[in-house]
C-alpha cells in the first residue's frame, strides 16, 4: 500500500508540475503579446490578470529571487527573500504602446532588419561563490517575429507614492536617482532579479502583516537592442553610448561594480509598463 501511495503522489505531483508549465507559457505569451492600440485605453487601465498571467509573473517573480547584501554590514549576505505573490495587475495605456510600437520601427529601420546581438552571458559573485548562468535562462526574453531586439521582461521597484505617477505619464529619465543615487547617468533603472527592486520599493503606506512588507514591483517589456557593457560609473550619462541603445551595468565578478546586473534605459519609448505585482 506504502509503495502504491508513493507512486500515486508522485504521478499527482508529475501532472501538477505539467500543468503548471502549461500554465506558465501560456501566461508568458499572453503578458508578451502586444495588443492592437485600437483596444487599448487612451487612459492608463489597471485590470485583474488572469490567472494564466498571474501563473507566468509568479513564476518569473520567485526564480528571480537572489541573495543581496545586508545594508547595515555589505561584508554579510542576506538570505534570499521568502516572498508570495499576492495579487497582479495588467497595465495598459494606449499613448505608451504606440511609443514603444514607433520606438521599435525606428530601431528595425536603424539596423535595417538584422538582429542585434544577444545579451551576454552573466556571471555573479554571492560570497565565494561564483555563478554563471546563461543569459537565455536568467532573463526572460519576449518571443519576436524573427527580429531580435533584445526585448525582456525586466523588474522595477520604486515607492508606492511614485508609483501613480509612472503609471500616469511613464518612466521619466530626468528624475533618474532622486533619492537613490544614479551610479549609470540620468536613466530609468531595471533588473532581472525582482529582489534587487525591493530596497527600492521602500515601506511607504506599505501594510505590515504578521513582520512582513507588501510592496508593488512593476513589471516591464523593455527593448535593449544593442546594449552597452558598463563596468565603471558614469553618472554623468545622459544618453547611452555611440551606437547602442541602453547600458547594461556589469556585475563585479563581470569587471563591474554591482553585485547583480543592472538595466539602464534614458528614453521613455523603450520601456512598457506591462503589469505590477
Known amino acids: 500500500m506504502s509503495a502504491e501511495w508513493t507512486l500515486h503522489r508522485e504521478q499527482a505531483d508529475a501532472h501538477a508540475m505539467e500543468a503548471m508549465a502549461t500554465s506558465v507559457q501560456a501566461g508568458w505569451k499572453a503578458a508578451c503579446a502586444l495588443p492592437h492600440e485600437s483596444t487599448v485605453s487612451l487612459r492608463t487601465s489597471v485590470v485583474p490578470a488572469d490567472k494564466t498571467e498571474f501563473s507566468f509573473v509568479e513564476w518569473l517573480f520567485t526564480r528571480s529571487l537572489v541573495k543581496h547584501r545586508h545594508a547595515r554590514d555589505p561584508s554579510l549576505w542576506c538570505p534570499t527573500a521568502r516572498v508570495k505573490v499576492l495579487e497582479v495587475q495588467k497595465i495598459e495605456n494606449r499613448t505608451f504602446l504606440k511609443r514603444y510600437a514607433q520606438r521599435r520601427e525606428e530601431l528595425l529601420e536603424e539596423r535595417a532588419g538584422q538582429s542585434c546581438e544577444p545579451l551576454q552571458d552573466i556571471e555573479t559573485l554571492i560570497g565565494k561563490s561564483l555563478q554563471n548562468q546563461r543569459s537565455i535562462e536568467e532573463v526572460c526574453h519576449c518571443p519576436d517575429s524573427g527580429v531580435n531586439f533584445n526585448e525582456v521582461l525586466l523588474f522595477h521597484g520604486s515607492p508606492s507614492a ?21 551610479m ?13 527592486c525591493f530596497r527600492y520599493a521602500g515601506d511607504d503606506d506599505v501594510e505590515r502583516k504578521n513582520g512582513g512588507l507588501r510592496q ?10 544593442n546594449p ?4 565603471l560609473m558614469c553618472p554623468e550619462r545622459r544618453m547611452p553610448p555611440a551606437n547602442s541603445d ?13 553585485d547583480h546586473r543592472e538595466y539602464v534605459l534614458y528614453d521613455k519609448a523603450s520601456v512598457l509598463r506591462m503589469c505590477g505585482s
Open 246 to 258: 541602453s547600458v547594461v551595468a556589469l556585475t563585479k565578478a563581470e569587471g563591474g561594480c554591482v
Open 184 to 196: 549609470f547617468g540620468q536613466g530609468s533603472y531595471f533588473a532581472h532579479n525582482a529582489s534587487k
Open 228 to 231: 552597452h557593457y558598463q563596468k
Open 162 to 182: 511614485k508609483i501613480n505617477g509612472i503609471l500616469t505619464s511613464g518612466f521619466d529619465p530626468r528624475y533618474a536617482g532622486l533619492g537613490t543615487g544614479a
Open 216 to 225: 508593488t514591483v512593476l513589471v516591464v517589456r523593455a527593448l535593449l537592442g
